[in-house]
């Protein structure tokens, strides 16, 4: 079989929230608003839609489609990729989102394990990942994972094994975990056009040295120009002043106080998180963000 090749994703994505209104419904209308946010305010030039960030396990088929085709809508000639996370716990919705991604023009597709039944051994979340692949198979498509999130602790590595004769679209691996060793053997074993994403923003650094080829996380939305310096920093080769913006940004927000967050650092609109997750109090969000401008202006 011949491999489908996209552009290789490279740099930082900004893994979007979903903008829901104080109703709770989706906010279509914040999505144009929050691209040329990242564009113009931070630098970012590509984004991963309904993932863990994004809520995307929280919303229907539907509402996921419906974002799906806004955030490829305003994007296009705008942003450089947007990737459509299409991970369902059933494959029949999986593909159904794979399908309506690859219809409405996304440039890549990312799929996480299922986690209520949980995949037994690599070969079993490979053939799951290899059914959703083939329901879109001209799609450039990333594996997601995220052990502390789904429980999935399957190496990726070992899910990686043989990949590319399963999915001849395989493209590259969103690697949200914390073993660097097992990030640097999926480096090692992975042929060059393959892109692999880094996940988790407060180690981005760390990643970059085993091999990184850019990064995708929920903080670039709202530190995508102090990371971008960091990643430029590294590109030169200047270890000392990508350690010091790295280690300036050694804090974690839980998802609600991200969001939240995002909202008073831009003032987008972008509404509470929804339930099972508690909506952060805008006093909290407003100190934590008046603490990263002082971080921010102290770099
Ligand atoms: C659990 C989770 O949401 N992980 C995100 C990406 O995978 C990260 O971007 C984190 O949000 C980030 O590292 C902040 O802790
Ligand atoms: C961080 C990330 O990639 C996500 O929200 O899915």
């Known amino acids: 079989m011949t491999p489908v090749v996209g552009r290789k994703a490279t740099g930082l994505v900004a893994a979007t929230f979903t903008p829901l209104t104080p109703e709770g419904e989706i906010n279509l209308s914040e999505i144009r608003p ?3 946010y990242l564009l113009e305010q931070q630098g970012v030039k590509s984004i991963f839609v309904n993932g863990t960030t994004g809520e995307g396990m929280s919303l229907t088929v ?7 085709v806004e955030w490829c809508h305003q994007g296009k000639n705008k942003l450089e990729q947007v990737i459509v996370h299409v991970g369902c716990m059933s494959l029949k919705d999986s593909q159904e989102l794979a399908r309506h991604a690859a219809e409405i023009g996304a440039d890549g597709i990312s799929v996480i394990s299922p986690s209520f039944f949980k995949p037994a ?3 079993a979340l490979r053939m799951f ?5 083939a329901a879109a198979p001209a799609m450039p498509f990333y594996y997601y994972h ?4 789904t429980g999935v602790n399957l190496r990726s590595r070992d899910v990686l094994e043989g990949i590319a004769n399963q999915i001849p679209s395989f493209q590259g691996l969103k690697f949200s975990g914390s073993d660097l060793m097992d990030f640097g053997q999926c480096v090692s074993y992975s042929p060059s056009h393959w892109s692999l994403l880094y996940g988790i923003d407060e180690q981005l650094l760390g990643a970059l040295a ?13 530190l995508g120009s102090s990371v971008n310096r960091l ?4 590109d030169k080769g200047d270890l000392p002043k990508a350690r010091t913006i790295q280690v300036h940004l050694l804090f974690r927000f839980d998802l609600s106080v991200n969001k939240q967050l995002m909202s008073a650092v831009s003032g987008l609109a972008l509404g509470p998180p929804r339930l099972p997750l508690l909506p952060c109090p805008h006093p909290k969000a407003l100190s934590i963000a008046q603490r990263l401008q002082q971080i921010l202006g102290d770099q």
């Open 34 to 36: 929050y691209i040329d």
């Open 62 to 68: 539907e509402e996921r489609k419906l974002l799906a």
């Open 121 to 123: 051994t690599a070969d």
């Open 129 to 133: 990942l290899q059914e959703v692949a």
């Open 146 to 149: 995220i052990p502390a999130v």
């Open 210 to 222: 085993m091999g990184a080829n850019g990064a995708v996380g929920s903080t670039y939305n709202y």
């Open 231 to 234: 990643m430029s920093a590294f």
